[in-house]
């Protein structure tokens, strides 16, 4: 296989992490900070990091991607600090990863391995599970393609031959085809079965809250004060890769759920946005939507512009009635003048944003009380529908709260729900002519 594993019978491993400086223009976060995520990277493989290293990227070279002095220099320190792994922050051809490997005598692992080996690793749910392992087969069949006389030439291959005439490389693009296909069913099912479910939650009366952002902002941190879980919050990037589901109780004694996701990462290899975006599918449900950010990271306005950006994509927020608060976290770790700047800044109620400490817990009741406010159900509305209208039915189901339904006069059907502000809203929008005068509580 091309995908390289960690070998978990040697318990601790050192490794140098170098980030190739492309000096893209375009990118907004330094290669330091890159450098930084990429340590977290590694480090949620258990990996040690002994040392770390940006090397200048001018012109990629075809065999190695770095030049030769860089990649002579590389098999020195390799050597005198007894190194195991190289982790290159970029993506590497397979032939480069093998002539590297053969220069520096250690094993060597690319971006967009690296990720998929903690995606494999963290997730928990038969659909996370699929969803990685498709991700890692797509991965494995493109180096099949591109490296084809290479592979043929060097590599064992998957397994079992073929019928006669077929080369080695043929039989493991069979096989990675057969299995790639065996897997879509499967996370079909899975997804269907899914879905049902949460059609059978969407009847349960309760708002649902979904918490984003980028990894290590402290999504798990924050998830556990809420709720007084246990959900695995760790130094560690990717901490969670399957939503998370929690009762939540808010103030007023109002139940609610919350559900954690996946963090983002800066600069996803493009095969794995589908994987990584599958688990925000808890996301297009939610009433509410808590974006966490790291306040204190140099890189927060860099990484909420990226996260925005998904969310759009997704068509998620307040275009689709739900509402966006997002979390200025870890205040704690601000110099107080500028904490207490961010706390008068987000005091007001309208506020989209509310500052806090999920770790010493400050600002937390700010949290709980405005969504408290948030998840106020509004006022019981009786709401003409034609018969036909099932799309109309549905959205009210999603965004309110559905108290009876009977078939009224003639075509219409009679509705009586509970929709909050910002719902009720985009519902008038909709269907400017369903409403009839208010019914009784
Ligand atoms: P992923 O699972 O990787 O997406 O991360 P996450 O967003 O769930 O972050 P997590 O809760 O695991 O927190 C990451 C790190 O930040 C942990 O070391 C937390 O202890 C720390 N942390 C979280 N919230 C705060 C905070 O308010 N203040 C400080 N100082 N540290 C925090």
Redesign the pocket.
């Known amino acids: 296989m091309t995908t390289k594993s960690i070998d978990r019978s040697v318990p601790i491993q050192s490794a140098l992490v170098l980030h190739p400086d492309r000096g893209r223009r375009e990118d907004l976060r330094a290669a330091s900070a890159r450098l930084t995520e990429a340590v977290g990277l590694a480090e949620a493989l258990d990996l040690k990091v002994v040392e770390t290293l940006v090397v200048p990227l001018r012109a990629p070279t075809p065999a190695t991607l770095l030049g030769a002095g860089k990649v002579d220099e590389i098999a020195t320190i390799a050597l005198a600090l007894e190194l195991d792994v190289v982790v290159v922050d970029d993506a590497l051809s397979p032939v480069q990863q093998r002539n590297l490997e053969r220069a520096w005598k250690v094993k060597v692992i690319d971006r967009t391995g690296l990720i998929l080996e903690i995606f494999a690793r963290r997730a928990r749910t038969r659909e996370g599970k699929l969803q990685v392992e498709l991700a890692r087969l797509g991965y494995e069949a493109s180096r099949l393609v591109r490296t084809w006389t290479h592979l043929e030439r060097q590599r064992g291959g998957l397994g079992a031959m073929g019928g006669p005439g077929e080369t080695q490389i043929e039989t493991d693009r069979r096989l990675i085809t057969e299995k790639v296909t065996r897997l879509k069913r499967e996370l079909d099912e899975v997804r269907r079965t899914r879905t049902l479910a949460r059609r059978a939650r969407g009847r349960v009366p309760f708002p649902t809250i979904a918490l984003v ?11 556990n004060r809420l709720t007084d879980s246990e959900v695995v ?8 890769l399957d939503p998370t589901l929690r009762r939540l109780k808010l103030p007023g004694g109002r139940p609610a759920i919350l559900s ?1 996701t ?2 983002f990462i800066s600069s996803l290899p493009h095969e794995l946005v589908e994987a990584f975006r599958a688990t925000l599918d808890e996301v297009k449900e939610a009433d509410i939507i808590l974006h ?1 950010r ?1 306040i ?1 990271s140099d890189e927060s306005e860099a990484e909420a512009a990226d996260v925005r950006k998904v969310l759009d994509e997704l068509k998620v927020g307040e275009e689709a009635g739900q509402r966006v608060i997002e979390v200025w ?5 601000l110099p107080p003048e500028t904490r207490e700047l961010l706390a008068n800044r987000t005091e007001r109620e309208d506020s989209a944003a509310v500052a ?5 817990g400050e600002g937390i009741e700010r949290l709980t009380t405005r969504l408290a406010g948030l998840v106020d159900e509004g006022p019981l509305l009786t709401i003409a529908l034609e018969a036909s209208d099932g799309e109309g039915l549905a959205w009210l189901y999603r965004h309110g709260r559905v108290m009876t339904r009977t078939v009224g006069e003639g075509t219409d059907v009679l509705v009586t729900a509970k929709l909050a502000a910002p719902a009720l809203a985009k519902f008038e929008q909709l269907r400017p002519r369903a409403f009839l005068p208010a019914a009784a509580e």
């Open positions: 952002g980028y990894t290590n902002a402290g999504k798990s941190t924050l998830f919050a760790k130094d560690m990037l990717f901490a969670t954690d996946v963090g966490v790291d204190a976290n870890k205040i704690d770790l806090l400490s999920a770790v010493s």
